[in-house]
């Protein structure tokens, strides 16, 4: 039984488009995060939501935006892509609070590979 | 500035070899700290955490990593390679409760047979 699922694996799109990555977890945890992977394999987180609450923004460009309807789901919409946006995103979940301690790790999803052309 | 630094971006062994992957941290308190593992195309599986309670940490798949305040340094070892062992990993940390984790530059670790 997957713990953190993402839809679609593979996502390949010409520039300028819109496009949306999902990202579930059944782990019960109450945070979640957005990765991107370059391809170096260098890792930098984007976004995180508490509880549908937005708690980590890093400097992403505002064509990006995190949508998390309930605390199972956070998804990622990105409009106008760009060629540099071309990456594995890979979503994450951890418990943090009431419960969560210090030293929870978090738990990844399998990748989206986004390639822009 | 919050860091953490892999030293060597590609670290080969012999299968039955020791494996040493360096991971050190900049930080004036200590952070909280993880070692992940990646296969080709999948993603992130831990491998080891520091929870204070020892500073000898024992993961799965044989691996363990030993953390060294005096020296910022929690590096992760296994006495005997496997070629299943070949893999990127990744250092990471976190400073605070709900903080992101940061994560060093990762190292791809081949075993020859």
Redesign the interface.
Known sequence: DTA?SQTPKYLVTQMGNDKSIKCEQNLGHD?M?WYKQDS??????MF?Y?NKEL??N?TVPNRFSPKSPDKAHLNLHINSLELGDSAVY?C?SSQ??AG????N???????TRLTVL | AQSVTQLGSHVSVSEGALVLLRCNYSSSVPP?L?W?V?YP??????LL????AATLVKGINGFEAEFKKSETSFHLTKPSAHMSDAA?Y?CAV?F????????G??T?LSVKP
């Open positions: 953190v945070t995060y170096k394999k260098f890792l930098k987180i995180s508490n708690i980590i890093e890979f994450a943090e609070r969560g301690g210090l030293y790790e978090q738990f990844f999803g399998p990748g | 909280y993880f992940y990646q195309n999948q993603g992130l599986q831990l955490k520091y929870t204070s990127e990744f976190k605070n409760q709900g903080g992101k984790l940061i994560f530059q990762g791809e």
